[in-house]
T-cell receptor, first 112, second 115 residues
Framework: QKEVEQDPGPLSVPEGAIVSLNCTYSNSAFQYFMWYRQYSRKGPELLMYTYSSGNKEDGRFTAQVDKSSKYISLFIRDSQPSDSATYLCGLRGGSTLGRLYFGRGTQLTVWP | NAGVTQTPKFQVLKTGQSMTLQCAQDMNHEYMSWYRQDPGMGLRLIHYSVGAGITDQGEVPNGYNVSRSTTEDFPLRLLSAAPSQTSVYFC??????????????FGEGSRLTVL
């Protein structure tokens, strides 16, 4: 079983929709939870970062962590065509010096 | 600020040829790493380094060598290219300190095709 599971999609939604992206994981030692956004033919860039459980909001983006269920989510409100990208979750153990484990990435297309 | 710079951006090799993918960062990051990204497989860690002179294997190290003689540079060598090494390669660096988030900063990728 992979450390991190993520449905690769693809996911296609109309502009203005609410998008939900998810990852599940098996290692209860993960403490740092990140979402990266990767545009086509570019490198991934950090979008959201959460430590331990709870929610974090940044504009139209909300990251949620449920450690009891080993489940993390990224919500995008009022989605825009510019949000079309691949979204990867990245998880790390109890130290920022530990290895980052990535999900496979979910490809999202927002059509006008 | 250039960040993480990878060269070349595109390369075509024949089976058995060798080559080096270059990676340089100007952020004084101690941690550097190489990933490969294949369709449906996500990012897989090849090798990483926590400082000059220190390297270690990741998830898929076979067929690749690395060295770290300076803080800035972390080249990835393919000794005898195979078609299975056709992929997009990303170099990433991180400040690697307990005060940081551990965020990885990625280059734009090097697309390698092995015929």
């Amino acid at each position: 079983q992979k450390e991190v599971e993520q449905d690769p999609g693809p996911l296609s939604v109309p502009e203005g929709a609410i998008v939900s992206l998810n990852c599940t994981y098996s290692n209860s030692a993960f403490q740092y939870f990140m979402w990266y956004r990767q545009y086509s033919r570019k490198g991934p860039e950090l979008l959201m970062y959460t430590y331990s459980s709870g929610n974090k909001e940044d504009g139209r983006f909300t990251a949620q962590v449920d450690k009891s269920s080993k489940y993390i989510s990224l919500f995008i409100r009022d989605s825009q065509p510019s949000d079309s990208a691949t979204y990867l979750c990245g998880l790390r153990g109890g130290s920022t010096l530990g290895r980052l484990y990535f999900g496979r990435g979910t490809q999202l297309t927002v059509w006008p | 600020n250039a960040g993480v710079t990878q060269t070349p951006k595109f390369q075509v090799l024949k089976t058995g040829q060798s080559m080096t993918l270059q990676c340089a960062q100007d952020m004084n990051h101690e941690y550097m790493s190489w990933y490969r990204q294949d369709p449906g497989m996500g990012l897989r860690l090849i090798h990483y380094s926590v400082g000059a002179g220190i390297t270690d294997q990741g998830e898929v190290p076979n067929g690749y060598n690395v060295s770290r003689s300076t803080t800035e540079d972390f080249p990835l060598r393919l000794l005898s290219a195979a078609p299975s090494q056709t992929s997009v390669y990303f170099c990433a660096s991180s400040p690697w300190s307990r005060q940081s988030t551990g965020e990885l900063f990625f280059g734009e990728g090097s697309r390698l095709t092995v015929l």
